[in-house]
């Protein structure tokens, strides 16, 4: 495999857990940080937004790991898919637990 195949991978996985929070947030109404708040990730957004925000995320991390070569089967880049999403899981819930008071 090609290094370029693990770095796809890596950061679709870190775009399908940015998805996660903006997209639940956004189903359900409640308003949360965007990178187009006012000041960015700080500002609360609209939930359409957030919605608008996840599905973009969702695209942009599903193209990664189809370019990426993406597959179960494939241990070595589901591992790394799976890194990158803890990542950003573990530094989501830090950023967002101390801008929510959580």
Same mark, same amino acid.
């Given at each position: 495999?090609? =290094? ?6 890596? $950061? @679709?996985? &870190?775009?399908? &857990?940015?998805?996660v929070?903006?997209?639940v947030?956004?189903?359900? +109404? ?6 187009? &708040?006012?000041?960015? @990730? ?5 939930a359409?937004? !957030? %919605?608008? =925000? &996840?599905? %973009? !995320?969702?695209? %942009? @991390? $599903?193209?990664?790991?189809?370019? +990426?070569? $993406?597959?179960?089967? %494939? ?5 790394t898919? $799976? #890194?990158?999403? #803890?990542?950003? #899981? ?5 950023m ?5 008071? +959580?």
């Open positions: 495999m090609a =290094w370029y195949q693990y770095v796809l991978c890596f $950061f @679709g996985g &870190a775009s399908m &857990a940015n998805f929070p903006h997209f947030r956004g189903i359900t +109404g409640t308003k949360f940080p965007t990178p187009f &708040a006012k000041p960015p @990730g700080r500002g609360m957004s609209p359409t937004l !957030n %919605v608008l =925000w &996840a599905l %973009v !995320n969702l695209v %942009v @991390g $599903f193209l990664l790991l189809q370019y +990426g070569g $993406f597959s179960v089967l %494939v241990w070595p880049l589901l591992v898919t $799976f #890194a990158g999403f #803890a990542l950003m #899981a573990f530094m989501l819930s830090r967002f637990s101390q801008r929510l008071g +959580g």
